[in-house]
């Protein structure tokens, strides 16, 4: 299974990017799928998850009413909207997929395969 993350960049506070993750190998359809990042000297932490089939998703607090994750079975992609963004977004986000569950959850050492990471950088 691998996954490639795209769409980061640089954007200035208030503004949007969308985050697309391509996933091949396995069956797509049956995994769940997460958004985590990483700012510079802080730890790997959850940002969405969503469920096999898009029934669930779950947000940060952080992120929520902010932050939006769908999948498309049919294209092996997942999605990360992300609008007003503020420059606390700054990070590397991470795509992964937990190959062992359907459900939604928030563990990173659950997941099983990732991406390599696209950086996303909010100026003020």
């Known amino acids: 299974v691998q996954l490639q993350a795209c769409g980061g960049g640089l954007v200035q506070a208030g503004g949007s990017l969308r985050l697309s993750c391509a996933v091949s190998g396995g069956t797509f359809s049956s995994y769940a799928m997460g958004w985590f990042r990483q700012a510079a000297g802080k730890e790997r932490e959850f940002v969405a998850g969503?469920?096999?089939?898009?029934?669930?998703?779950d947000y940060a607090n952080s992120v929520k009413g902010r932050f939006t994750i769908s999948r498309d079975n049919a294209k092996n992609m997942v999605y990360l909207q992300m609008t007003s963004l503020k420059p606390e977004d700054t990070a590397a986000y991470y795509c992964?997929?937990?190959?062992?569950?359907?459900?939604?959850?928030?563990?990173?050492?659950?997941?099983?395969?990732w991406g390599q990471g696209t950086q996303v950088t909010v100026s003020s």
């Open positions: 992964a997929a937990d190959l062992r569950r359907i459900g939604v959850h928030r563990n990173r050492f659950g997941y099983d395969y």
């Open positions: 969503i469920s096999w089939n898009g029934g669930i998703t």
